[in-house]
Each structure stands twice: as structure tokens, then as C-alpha cells.
């Protein structure tokens, strides 16, 4: 994985000047949606947008929103640690076109492509952001942890 968090991917988006940060009240209700068609039909898919302050039922949300972060080629690569998604196809191609070795040579050639997917495997932890606790906005208490 790339980053630890969400937050610490929409910062590297901001150093990389991939965001524009929204920091005047907008409604979520369908104002968003109709700023984020916006720059998502933009060439090469905009930028990514972070609201400061969205607007739930008159409300200014303590709870920032983050749209389009993966609307372009070079987002995604950022999202998942490459300087390309071109280097990933490559890696599911592979993987795809791989067959059963037939000599050691082979098998030595598919062991290498496996060892350097071993990146890709799901990995456990005991402790994760979407295990904290959180604010609950129809009841105003927190949850979850």
C-alpha cells in the first residue's frame, strides 16, 4: 500500500498540486456533485476537489469531502505507488499470461515475478483509521472503536 491513510494520500495530491481546495460553504446537495461533473469533463480529468466546510441540511459539516481523487491517469498511479498505471498493466499482464513452467528456467523466471508480487497480498493488523471512533451525525454521539 502506498500511503497509511486517505489523509495522507490527499496530501501528497496537494504537493503534487493535483487539489483544489474548496474552503467556502458548499451545499452537498447536489451542488458538489454538479462542481465535481465539472472538473471530472475537464482534460485529463481536472483536479481532484477537497470542500472545507460541505453544507448538510443548512449545517456547515465538520467532516470534509473529497471528490475525484482517482479521476486521472496520474492520480491513480499516485494512489498506488507507481509513476504510471502503465507499470501495473504490465504486472496484470503477467500474471495473466502466466503457464505452468516446463524447466527450471522458467520456473526460476515465474518464482522472480512472484516474489515481486508479494507487495500486492492483503495484510492484517490489529489496529486500523476505520476502527476509530467516529461522530455520529443523526445522534450526535460518537460510535464505533
Known sequence: MAYRSFREFLDALAKAGEVTRVADPVDTNLLIAEWA???MKS???GKALLFEQPVVDGKISKFPVAINTMGSRKRIAMALGRESIDEIAQ????ILKAKP??????????????IHLLHARPKNV???ACQEVVHNIESGTPTGG
Open 37 to 39: 461533473d465539472r472538473e
Open 43 to 45: 482534460p485529463g480529468g
Open 91 to 94: 504486472e496484470i499482464q503477467l
Open 101 to 114: 513452467p516446463t524447466d527450471l528456467r522458467e520456473g526460476w523466471s515465474l518464482l522472480k515475478q512472484g
Open 126 to 128: 490489529r489496529e486500523a
